[in-house]
């Protein structure tokens, strides 16, 4: 039982708590639908003239995925030629919109428009107007109205050579940001996961930059639901002699992730190792 657990952890499994780092040698770098199915946010504006408008058994595909032939809305008339590669992406917002932690709203407003990484498309014929397409990678369901552009590599980052982990690493006295949430919106995360941060290349950050995750104890403004000086008292189970507030006790160093996309206020990591979950509001610096 042991080893199929070790087995089905491997490198990215955390939510339920079952997992929180790996068990053994893995990946030495991001996998391709890693990289190409994590999302990005960007405040800058992403060429939309180029859409998917429909597909083969429109009367009854409401979206459509791998294997599927899908028609976009250039031609011949445009250079559209067979074999060309296109990426499908689509700008999603929160549909709740309640903000987990007190500044998050605000911030994501400051990062730009959070784009969805539908899939990949390969062009399989060409008309004046209109091409056809074959979906060669599903990230995510496509839809009619999705935007296209053409396909751009993205750089597969290399690992750190893993080792013992600091969970009381001294700061870095690099930029430091937030986790402002988590892909398709969650407010948690773990190894495995990709999250969103409020710092891009305007602050220096590139591919293959690290950051690490920590958090205060005893704040309630940003961090996960807590209870108000939790941190040196609790009712019914002691209390410290005298007052500890939050920047008088050591942070607590949760994770680390790897930057896989950048963009002028934003970072796209995934998340390489986390000894406990990581909430939307956790702080990030560069390492």
């Not at 999302?39 to 429909?54: E, H, I, M």
């Not at 083969?56 to 060309?84: H, L, P």
């Not at 050579?161 to 940001?177: C, I, L, Q, R, T």
């Not at 006790?249 to 190792?273: W, Y």
């Amino acid at each position: 039982m042991r080893a199929k657990l070790a087995a089905l952890c491997g490198f990215v499994f955390v939510g339920s708590g079952i997992c929180s780092a790996q068990t053994g040698p893995g990946p030495t770098q991001a996998g391709y639908s890693t990289v190409y199915c994590s999302g990005f946010v960007t405040d800058q504006k992403v060429p939309d003239a180029t859409r998917l408008v429909s597909g083969e058994q429109s009367n009854v595909k409401v979206v459509f995925s791998r294997g599927d032939y899908v028609y976009i809305n250039r031609g011949q008339e445009k250079g559209v030629r067979v074999g060309d590669r296109y990426s499908v992406v689509r700008p999603e917002s929160d549909p709740l919109e309640v903000n987990w932690f007190k500044w998050q709203a605000k911030l994501l407003k400051a990062m730009g428009t959070n784009y969805v990484d539908a899939g990949q498309l390969r062009v399989i014929e060409v008309q004046p107007k209109i091409s056809i397409a074959e979906v060669t990678l599903s990230c995510n369901y496509m839809q009619r109205g999705d935007i296209v552009l053409p396909f751009q590599e993205r750089p597969e980052p290399v690992f750190k050579e893993p080792g013992p982990f600091d969970h009381f690493a001294p700061v870095s006295g690099k930029p430091v940001a937030m986790v402002v949430q988590a892909r398709d919106y969650t407010q948690a995360a773990g190894s495995g996961t990709t999250v969103y941060v409020n710092l891009g290349t305007e602050k220096g950050v590139k591919v293959g930059d690290y950051f690490r995750v920590f958090r205060y104890q005893g704040t309630l403004a940003e961090t996960p639901p807590q209870t108000k000086d939790y941190q040196d008292r609790m009712y019914g189970f002691g209390s410290s002699p005298s007052r500890y507030s939050w920047n008088d006790l050591p942070r607590e160093v949760l994770g680390e992730g790897v930057v896989l996309n950048v963009s002028r206020n934003a970072s796209t990591v995934l998340l390489t190792f986390s000894s406990s979950t990581i909430y939307a509001g956790d702080y990030v610096e560069l390492e």
